[in-house]
């Protein structure tokens, strides 16, 4: 999933399941090669880049959420782990649920060649392998479109969350036709599903290039406005990405971000200029 600003500041492409992590492809392009198949050189190469992301994304929720060290940070679909060692750099308790054995591997490598405590488990996101209230904050970048049952998703990381709890993610827009997780086919957001499903397995089985070589390419597709309706349902408090970035820019970006954050009209141009679904959601 793309990750640019959609105001000319692009940032680290950034995604714990999926297909890249690493600098930022051109827009509608994905890298060439599954995050959960990279080695310890590559994720060490990333982790500068990584760590940048996480201190910029903290700075970002601190306004709505009072995430302090030694809170315990939960990373879902955690791959090699540079997330949760960023995370861990800066002071987090930090967990990771990982399916594929090979990165987690690398996961626990990179920990001992970084010097970075971290606790990376077998799972997967619908069956969070943790405990009621064990987390005060859970992230998941580019995971969401690629499991079983993201409405399964929500309901464990709200189970898993503590009370005031928040959890980030970012993953597929279906109102964007700008994208990154297929080559080849413009405007790929806003085809049927259906037809976005066959043409992703025929991808994955035919031109494993184009869908980055992962073997769950990306099924599902998110409108903004029913994520958060169902987020609200689950007692979220749900704040937007124009929201968390209000306070970053000067001039007519910083102008431009406040009215998405706050009007309904120019958010839907923005959300559509800009591609993804990117939300902080709070426990009550």
């Known amino acids: 999933m793309d990750t640019s600003d959609g105001f000319g500041a692009s940032r680290v492409r950034f995604e714990s399941t999926g297909v890249s992590v ?18 310890v050189e590559t994720a060490l190469r990333d982790l500068p880049g990584i760590e940048q992301f996480v201190k910029r994304l903290l700075e970002r929720i601190r306004p709505f959420l009072d995430l302090r060290p030694p809170a315990r940070v939960l990373d879902i679909g955690a791959a090699q782990g540079v997330s949760m060692i960023a995370y861990g750099k800066e002071g987090f ?7 594929w054995d090979d990165a987690r591997d690398v996961a626990e490598e990179l920990a001992e060649r970084t010097g970075v405590a971290i606790e990376i488990v ?4 619908e069956v969070l392998p943790f405990g009621d209230g064990s987390f005060d904050f859970v992230h998941t970048y580019s995971v969401l479109e690629h499991v079983d049952d993201p409405d399964a998703v929500f ?11 928040g959890f980030y993610f970012a993953t597929t827009s279906n109102i964007s036709p700008r994208q990154n997780e297929i080559r080849h086919f413009p405007l790929f957001p806003w085809y049927p599903d259906r037809v976005r499903r066959a043409i992703m ?24 406005g029913e994520v958060r309706r169902q987020l609200e349902a689950l007692g979220f408090t749900v704040i937007n990405r124009w929201q ?14 406040r009215a998405a954050a706050t009007n309904r009209a120019v958010r839907l141009v923005a959300d559509i200029a800009v591609p993804g679904v990117e939300y902080l959601a709070i426990k009550s």
């Open 22 to 39: 690493g600098s930022l492809p051109p827009h509608g392009r994905p890298a060439l090669s599954a995050t959960e198949q990279r080695d």
């Open 93 to 99: 308790e930090v967990a990771g649920v990982e399916p």
């Open 122 to 125: 077998e799972g997967v996101a």
């Open 155 to 165: 309901d464990e990381v709200h189970r898993v969350l503590k009370p005031g709890g």
């Open 201 to 224: 397995v025929w991808a994955r089985d035919n031109r494993p290039s184009w869908v980055g070589h992962t073997t769950r390419p990306a099924f599902f597709w998110f409108r903004h």
């Open 244 to 257: 968390l970035r209000a306070r970053e820019h000067t001039g007519w970006r910083a102008s431009v971000i």
